[in-house]
């Protein structure tokens, strides 16, 4: 495990004592992109802080490719990108200047670092704005340029905090992608998120996270079969055909686990997908089958089964 987690607690003893973790185990994989999914003070950030030596742990220990992060934090850190949940990029800087003196920072010679940051402003698509500042860039973009400094010194785990808080939904695929693009290049990727469509869509593994506890892990189809969800494929059917001799024949269909009336046809649960899609437009055409919508379950349900809540709430 590239990240190990271990009983971490986090307790901020102030006016009023807040436990923000309460007992985190994980282990995140090489090469994976792990999410933790939870609502706003689930403990999400904190976590992050922890791994990322911004904050130190209560109790417990955090180790990085085997570093601990409390007892060697500046060679941990040497391990470690972080994308934080606000722009910090310096606004003094061009962005070039901005992933260039991080490349300095890190110990790049001046030849290398140069080097290095052209590479990457041509990888996330900001050549022709190294020129720019901070200011003058759309949301998106400098989210980009904060991806794209924080690998600069090529870590082995990238922290990405909140990534597409705020962005507009172009803006975000365009951010998962360039996540995504990391896989190629070995990074392990450790995000924040309250949205649930980020988690499953990007995630290989999830931990679900309410109140500093971790509720449920496991890749986002995983968790949505654990709680008995399915998928859904509600049929638009002509009035006049034979619904009930139709419905007999789909519920014989392997996959299928009931099948129910709707105003305008026929609504099936199925907890496999495999190969289902043909068996149910070829069994429900000579029927009058009109049209067919697949509805998948997502991670807010498997949110809302475990604690009752919304995420957004
Ligand atoms: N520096 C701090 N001092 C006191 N309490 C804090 C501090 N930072 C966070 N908290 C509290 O700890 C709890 C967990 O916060 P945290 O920011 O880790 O949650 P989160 O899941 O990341 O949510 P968000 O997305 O809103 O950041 C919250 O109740 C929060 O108010």
Request: glycine share 8%; with cysteine; aromatic share 6%.
């Amino acid at each position: 495990m590239i990240v190990e987690i271990t009983g971490l607690r986090k307790i901020y003893e102030g006016k009023q004592r807040v436990v923000a973790v309460d007992g985190i185990d994980l282990g995140v994989r090489e090469g994976e992109i792990y999410g933790l999914l939870g609502p706003n003070g689930a403990g999400k950030t904190t976590t992050i802080s922890v791994c990322t030596t911004r904050a130190l742990p209560s109790e417990g220990v955090v180790r990085i490719n085997g570093i601990d992060v409390v007892k060697s934090a500046a060679v941990a850190r040497t391990c470690i990108g972080v994308v934080p949940q606000y722009n910090t990029l310096d606004r003094a800087c061009t962005i070039f200047e901005n992933i260039n003196f991080h490349c300095r920072y890190f110990g790049f010679s001046r030849a290398d670092a140069k080097q290095r940051t052209e590479q990457l402003l041509e990888q996330f698509h900001l050549s022709e704005r190294a020129g720019a500042y901070p200011s003058q860039l759309s949301g998106g973009l400098a989210q980009r340029v904060q991806i794209a400094r924080a690998i600069a010194h090529r870590p082995k785990v990238l922290f990405l905090d909140e990534p597409s808080a705020g962005l507009d939904p172009q803006s975000r695929i365009a951010m998962w992608e360039a996540v995504s693009g990391l896989r190629k290049e070995g990074i392990t990727v450790v995000l924040t998120t309250h949205y649930m469509e980020e988690a499953d869509e990007l995630c290989d593994r999830v931990a679900i996270i309410d109140h500093g506890k971790i509720l449920v892990e496991d890749t986002p189809a995983a968790l949505k079969q654990s709680i008995g969800a399915q998928r859904l494929y509600d049929l638009d059917l002509r009035s006049e055909g034979d619904h009930a001799a139709l419905t007999a024949l789909l519920e014989q269909l392997a996959g299928v686990t009931s099948v129910e009336s709707l105003p305008s046809g026929l609504r099936i649960f199925a907890d496999s997908a495999d190969g289902l899609l043909a068996g149910i437009v070829n069994t429900a055409n000579p029927y009058g089958l009109r049209d067919l919508r697949i509805t998948e379950t997502s991670l807010e349900t498997v949110f809302i089964k475990l604690t009752g809540r919304d995420l957004r709430e």
